[in-house]
């Protein structure tokens, strides 16, 4: 396994991470199994967007005895009601999801607390304006998350986000195909068909200057969806 430094985090991560898709399977029984090959083979990071009560207590019973052995990257916002997820900009609301995710997850704190899924402008400043990013701040300083992230399709908003100086960590869905094409606030564009039914060229200019960006600034990225 290779390793790289995570932006100006600190945190030497695994070129390889794990996303929790697979957690659910075979009524949670994989996450161990993942945790186990993951440990075998040298990945120590994993994101963890996954609201399900379920889910988030077998990957905390999965890190027993070996939570320093990874990195977890898991997100605010990302909320269980009624039995089923619910991404929330509610401030009570994300301090009981988080609350119950720690619980869960066996944990007194988070490498990277991830802001859940902003694809709109108009959502990035309901962020910064309406208490979740103060909440995440409010985490950091009391060392329950080590780092603030977001998690974004678009690269107007995590560019936004980026320029702000408070996100340390991106998620984005970066992949040869997605970044040919335009900023949208409908994730279901970028891997909508009929997009790449014409001539595609050259990188996306505002997916190339988001990554440049974050070079510059030394925030790092996760990716997700590259294999989309």
């Known amino acids: 396994m290779n390793y790289r430094m995570l932006g100006n985090t600190g945190l030497n991560v695994s070129e390889i991470g794990m996303g929790c898709e697979g957690f659910a399977e075979k009524d949670c029984a994989m996450a161990k199994e993942l945790f186990d090959a993951a440990e075998r083979h040298g990945v120590n990071y994993f994101d963890l967007y996954a609201s399900n009560p379920a889910v988030r207590k077998a990957v905390g019973e999965a890190l027993i005895g070996r939570r320093e052995k990874f990195y977890i990257q898991s997100h605010i916002c990302s909320v269980w009601q009624n ?7 509610n401030v009570a609301e ?11 997850l066996q ?3 988070l490498d990277v607390g991830m802001i859940h899924y902003c694809d709109a402008l108009s959502d990035w400043e309901e962020i910064e304006q309406g208490g979740v990013l103060a909440y995440a701040k409010e985490l950091k300083r009391e060392g329950r998350i080590r780092h603030i992230g977001l998690s974004s399709h678009n690269p107007q908003v995590a560019q936004r986000a980026v320029e702000s100086g408070a996100v340390e960590v991106l998620m984005f869905s970066v992949n040869p195909c997605y970044d040919l094409q335009p900023a949208s606030e409908d994730v279901e564009e970028i891997w909508a068909a009929k997009n790449y039914e014409g001539r595609l060229t ?4 505002e997916r190339q200057r988001l990554y440049e960006t974050c070079q510059r600034l030394g925030v790092g990225i996760t990716v997700m969806k590259c294999f989309g």
């Open 83 to 89: 039995g089923q997820y619910k991404r929330t900009r």
């Open 94 to 104: 994300a301090k009981a999801g988080f609350e119950e995710m720690m619980q869960l």
């Open 107 to 109: 944990t007194d704190y």
């Open 202 to 205: 050259n990188m996306d200019p």
